[in-house]
């Protein structure tokens, strides 16, 4: 692309000029400081690996507050009481009774919210005792495993007045340095017109991780027993919010396709032998799945999940009535195509010039002093994540998280519907609102 200021890029600019301050306005309040004085109180429930990522998080942010620490690993646990007090905190109690102690955590404490990293199954349950006992909760992904979970998170919320949130999922917010936060500014501002379809997913090779031996063996019991797209949370951080869904349209229908399943059984067997339990062992999920989802005002989303095959990453498209944007991911960076703007006709120009000029005001108006290397899964980080700014802002506030419950339920439950239509021969699955109707009203997301 030319280095001329006056070649396609600048052109567009005045067209879409009077819609350019929505995003901006709608994101300038996220970094306004409330009172560092003003404690936050964080209960954490597992310490594993991503449990040791959060509460290195939390005890980098001043004001912050972790009285209590619950883990069933009794080594896990003393290990992060000495990162506690290690911080300059008291000592926090400690909870490591057996799988439920939890409950008596979200009894006992005072807290403002529990920050939940336990393995799949107890998302739910922990977030529920939280808010039954007066405190907010913040998941991991997926934040349900079933529509009845996600329908009780809605109505314990809208009884008690305690959210349950993704609010630390970072896709959106931390990947690609903001790539995804700048998409969306360009979204809202009009660059690529009225968005139809977009096309994303959980596309990354875990053979290595899910066997006995890998670090997270754990996911190779969902694939023997499950069979649908088991994990939508992270390319849904993205797509919701540049679809307005739950904020001006919602999720309508699914139907979910599934391959067979072959890849996992070869790779146990050369790795182990063809003798070995594991290389004959039926797996209930596909190599491959595809789910699409049509919204109530006639978009698409193509939700693609695989963690069997040899792959690189995955992708995200979106393609609006204007042109479309591919992330580029291992690719060499981020594309984009306008209609009657890009220099070549039908043919990709690199994004490089939009990712600086729609930068996402947030990006800038961030800037938190450095810190040693944060531990844990997803670490290496040596400033606080922009995510846990933000949670810790809206708990001194008072407020939900941009990405509410209904967001967060509404994110997980597309793995239960999705293991439905695959049982029932990839018929079509209706999908619940769970704003029962506010979706029509709800204001965009915003960062505040």
């Given at each position: 692309m030319?280095g001329?200021e006056s070649?396609p890029?600048?052109r567009h600019?005045?067209?879409?000029?009077?819609?350019?301050g929505?995003?901006?306005?709608s994101s300038a309040?996220?970094?306004?400081?409330?009172?560092a004085?003003t404690p936050v109180?964080l209960g954490?429930v597992?310490?594993?690996?991503?449990g040791?990522y959060?509460?290195?998080c939390a005890l980098?942010?001043?004001?912050v507050?972790?009285?209590?620490?619950?883990?069933?690993q009794p080594?896990?646990?003393?290990r992060?009481a000495g990162?506690?007090?290690?911080?300059?905190?008291?000592a926090p109690?400690l909870y490591?009774r057996?799988?439920?102690?939890f409950?008596?955590?979200?009894?006992e404490?005072?807290?403002?919210?529990?920050?939940?990293v336990t393995?799949?199954?107890?998302?739910?349950?922990v977030c529920l005792?939280?808010?039954?006992?007066?405190?907010?909760?913040v998941?991991?992904?997926?934040?349900v495993?079933?529509v009845?979970e996600?329908?009780?998170l809605?109505?314990t919320?809208?009884?008690t007045?305690?959210?349950?949130?993704l609010?630390?999922?970072q896709v959106?917010?931390?990947?690609?340095?903001?790539m995804y936060?700048?998409?969306?500014?360009?979204?809202?501002?009009g660059?690529?017109?009225d968005v139809?379809h977009?096309?994303?997913?959980y596309?990354?090779?875990?053979?290595?991780?899910?066997?006995?031996?890998g670090?997270?063996?754990?996911?190779?019991?969902?694939?023997i027993?499950?069979?649908g797209?088991l994990?939508?949370d992270?390319?849904?951080?993205r797509?919701m919010?540049?679809?307005?869904i739950?904020?001006g349209?919602r999720?309508a229908?699914?139907?979910?396709?599934s391959?067979?399943?072959?890849t996992l059984?070869?790779?146990?067997?050369?790795r182990y032998?063809?003798?070995?339990?594991?290389?004959?062992?039926q797996?209930?999920q596909?190599?491959?799945?595809a789910?699409?989802?049509r919204?109530a005002?006639?978009?698409?989303?193509?939700?693609?999940f695989?963690t069997?095959?040899p792959h690189?990453?995955?992708?995200t498209?979106?393609?609006?009535t204007?042109?479309?944007?591919?992330?580029g991911?291992g690719?060499?960076g981020p594309?984009?195509?306008?209609?009657?703007?890009?220099?070549?006709?039908?043919?990709?120009?690199d994004?490089?010039?939009?990712?600086?000029d729609?930068?996402h005001p947030?990006?800038?108006?961030?800037?938190?002093p450095?810190?040693?290397?944060?531990?844990?899964?997803?670490?290496q980080?040596?400033?606080?994540?922009?995510?846990?700014?933000l949670?810790?802002?809206a708990?001194?506030?008072?407020?939900?998280?941009y990405?509410d419950?209904?967001?967060?339920?509404?994110?997980?439950?597309?793995?239960?519907?999705?293991e439905?239509?695959?049982?029932?021969g990839?018929?079509?699955v209706d999908?619940p609102?769970?704003?029962?109707?506010?979706?029509?009203t709800?204001?965009?997301?915003?960062f505040?």
């Open positions: 030319s001329d070649g890029i600048r600019v005045p067209r879409i000029a009077a819609t350019a929505a995003v901006v306005a309040p996220a970094h306004a400081q409330t009172s004085a109180r954490f597992g310490i594993g690996g991503r040791s959060h509460l290195d980098g942010i001043e004001g507050e972790v009285p209590a620490l619950c883990e069933i080594d896990r646990l003393e992060a990162w506690v007090e290690k911080s300059g905190r008291p109690r490591g057996g799988e439920r102690d409950e008596r955590l979200c009894e404490e005072d807290l403002d919210c529990v920050i939940c393995s799949w199954r107890w998302h739910a349950p005792a939280a808010n039954r006992h007066g405190k907010h909760a998941s991991e992904v997926p934040i495993l079933t009845e996600a329908w009780r809605v109505e919320f809208e009884q007045g305690k959210w349950s949130t609010a630390l999922e959106l917010l931390e990947v690609g340095g903001g936060l700048t998409l969306l500014n360009m979204i809202r501002q660059v690529l017109g139809l977009a096309e994303s997913g596309v990354h090779d875990l053979r290595r991780v899910k066997f006995p031996g670090s997270e063996p754990w996911r190779l019991q969902h694939a027993d499950r069979n797209n994990y939508p992270h390319p849904m951080n797509i919010p540049a679809m307005d739950n904020h349209d999720f229908q699914l139907v979910s396709v391959s067979r399943a072959v059984n070869e790779y146990a067997a050369s032998g063809r003798e070995h339990p594991l290389a004959s062992r797996m209930a596909g190599d491959y799945n789910t699409l989802i919204t005002d006639g978009k698409l989303v193509t939700l693609n695989d069997n095959t690189p990453r995955e992708f498209r979106i393609q609006g204007n042109g479309v944007f591919f992330d991911r690719m060499g594309r984009i195509y306008l209609d009657g703007v890009s220099p070549e006709s039908h043919r990709w120009e994004a490089a010039r939009y990712m600086e729609y930068r947030l990006l800038d108006s961030f800037d938190p450095g810190r040693p290397a944060l531990r844990g899964h997803g670490g980080s040596t400033k606080t994540p922009l995510t846990w700014h949670l810790v802002e708990l001194r506030a008072g407020t939900a998280p990405f419950v209904y967001d967060s339920v509404t994110s997980s439950v597309i793995s239960p519907l999705s439905q239509s695959v049982a029932r990839s018929r079509p999908f609102d769970f704003t029962r109707g506010r979706w029509r709800r204001p965009p997301i915003q505040a």
